[in-house]
């Protein structure tokens, strides 16, 4: 992959992490806020991502910066048990992780010495479900229930950027309306835009910058740094795996660091810079461990749920909630629902 890519996709992780950290932006917080006081502050924080990541990517499908059919999410078939079963269990081990896999590197960057287990165990749990002792049962389950979509490219044009228009009126009344204060107001709908745009950017990087149509190995197309031959944007679950299995198997040359393995380092310093930088930072007191054996457990079990769900579900809560969902694909929807199902199950119980 071309040097200044690596450098842009560090420079959109660090951004990343800075918004992060300004917005307190966290799928799991956002859940927990709704389940535990009625707030939706974080809700709309993601409904604005997400309805501006849909205008942004309809717009790179209608003008061809982008091939749709490269896509990831872009298959006729969608497998809609696994989206519902991979969501819900991904959901629960979100909240007993106290966290996302993005989370996770945002806070071992803060000095969350937590995420110092959870990250090798979501990409353990990750490999063991893609081609593991768990990779049959993901097959079967992939192929249990399937929907088909007739033609899938009615979502590839105007339709799309019309129901994108739709989401961000949606969004923009739901916030001006429930909004407590006029600077909460626009601090959600700029952070949300921000993040948005960023799944914007990866899409464009990822799917123009670095596609050649003619690859001098294969000589096929290929989308340089991508782990395949589709299009990647901002997902955490499989880069996980990848970069691990670049740590381990890095002297064959056939392991590189990927578009979003770069991602997942990139957030990691990002987020570590930017609280060293900031003036709330104290280095003395911020480190974290567990606390007690019930701790540890959580961790220990949410961080292969999910893992594993996010493999079922083809994605977690950023890879189908913000990149799959942008696309509009029926089975990022079907996931979404199913995060939030497991998160509600298990919140009870905490």
Same mark, same amino acid.
């Given at each position: 992959?071309?040097?200044?890519?690596?450098?842009?996709?560090?420079?959109?992780?660090?951004?990343?992490?800075?918004?992060?950290?300004?917005s307190?932006?966290?799928?799991?917080?956002?859940?927990?806020?709704?389940?535990?006081?009625g707030?939706v502050n974080?809700?709309q924080?993601?409904?604005?991502?997400?309805?501006t990541?849909?205008?942004?990517?309809?717009?790179?499908?209608y003008?061809?910066?982008i091939n749709?059919?490269?896509?990831?999410y872009?298959?006729?078939?969608?497998?809609?048990?696994?989206?519902?079963l991979?969501?819900?269990?991904?959901?629960?081990?979100?909240?007993?992780?106290s966290g996302?896999?993005?989370?996770?590197c945002?806070?071992?960057?803060?000095?969350?010495?937590?995420?110092? %287990?959870?990250?090798?165990?979501?990409?353990?749990?990750?490999?063991?479900?893609?081609?593991?002792?768990?990779?049959?049962?993901? %097959?079967?389950?992939?192929?249990?229930?399937?929907?088909?979509?007739?033609?899938?490219?009615?979502?590839?044009?105007l339709?799309?950027?019309?129901?994108?228009?739709?989401?961000?009126?949606?969004?923009?009344?739901?916030?001006?309306?429930?909004?407590?204060?006029?600077?909460?107001?626009?601090?959600?709908?700029?952070?949300?835009?921000?993040?948005?745009?960023?799944?914007?950017?990866?899409w464009?990087?990822?799917?123009?910058?670095?596609f050649v149509?003619?690859?001098e190995i294969?000589?096929?197309?290929?989308?340089l740094?991508?782990?395949?031959?589709?299009i990647?944007?901002?997902?955490?679950i499989l880069?996980?795996a990848?970069?691990?299995?670049?740590?381990?198997?890095?002297s064959?040359?056939?392991?590189v660091?990927?578009?979003?393995?770069?991602?997942?380092?990139g957030?990691?310093?990002?987020?570590?810079m930017?609280?060293?930088?900031s003036?709330?930072?104290?280095?003395?007191?911020?480190?974290?461990?567990?606390?007690?054996?019930?701790?540890?457990i959580?961790?220990?079990?949410g961080?292969?749920?999910?893992?594993?769900?996010?493999?079922?579900?083809?994605?977690?809560s950023?890879?189908?909630g913000?990149?799959g969902f942008?696309?509009?694909?029926l089975g990022?929807?079907?996931?979404?629902?199913g995060?939030?199902?497991?998160?509600k199950?298990?919140?009870?119980?905490?």
């Amino acid at each position: 992959m071309p040097f200044y890519i690596y450098l842009l996709i560090m420079f959109l992780a660090v951004f990343w992490a800075y918004i992060i950290h300004k917005s307190r932006f966290c799928t799991m917080g956002a859940v927990s806020d709704y389940l535990a006081f009625g707030g939706v502050n974080r809700l709309q924080l993601i409904a604005v991502s997400m309805s501006t990541s849909v205008i942004g990517t309809q717009l790179l499908i209608y003008f061809n910066l982008i091939n749709k059919e490269h896509l990831p999410y872009t298959t006729h078939n969608i497998p809609i048990f696994s989206h519902l079963l991979g969501g819900i269990i991904f959901g629960i081990g979100m909240m007993l992780a106290s966290g996302c896999p993005t989370q996770q590197c945002i806070n071992l960057g803060k000095g969350n010495l937590k995420s110092l %287990l959870s990250i090798p165990l979501i990409a353990v749990s990750t490999q063991i479900a893609i081609s593991g002792s768990l990779s049959n049962l993901r %097959l079967y389950i992939n192929n249990l229930i399937t929907i088909s979509y007739p033609d899938i490219n009615i979502y590839y044009n105007l339709s799309g950027m019309t129901i994108g228009i739709l989401l961000v009126i949606f969004s923009l009344m739901w916030v001006i309306k429930t909004s407590a204060s006029k600077s909460i107001m626009l601090s959600i709908l700029k952070y949300g835009s921000a993040i948005g745009l960023i799944v914007v950017a990866m899409w464009y990087i990822c799917g123009n910058l670095a596609f050649v149509p003619e690859n001098e190995i294969t000589l096929d197309y290929a989308y340089l740094g991508n782990s395949s031959r589709n299009i990647q944007s901002l997902s955490m679950i499989l880069p996980y795996a990848y970069l691990f299995d670049w740590l381990m198997y890095s002297s064959d040359s056939m392991r590189v660091l990927n578009a979003n393995t770069m991602l997942i380092i990139g957030l990691i310093l990002g987020s570590f810079m930017i609280y060293i930088l900031s003036k709330k930072s104290n280095a003395n007191s911020n480190l974290q461990f567990f606390k007690t054996p019930k701790d540890f457990i959580q961790y220990f079990f949410g961080s292969i749920f999910m893992g594993i769900g996010g493999v079922f579900a083809l994605g977690c809560s950023i890879g189908q909630g913000l990149s799959g969902f942008s696309t509009l694909n029926l089975g990022s929807l079907v996931s979404i629902i199913g995060m939030y199902i497991g998160a509600k199950i298990i919140y009870k119980h905490l």
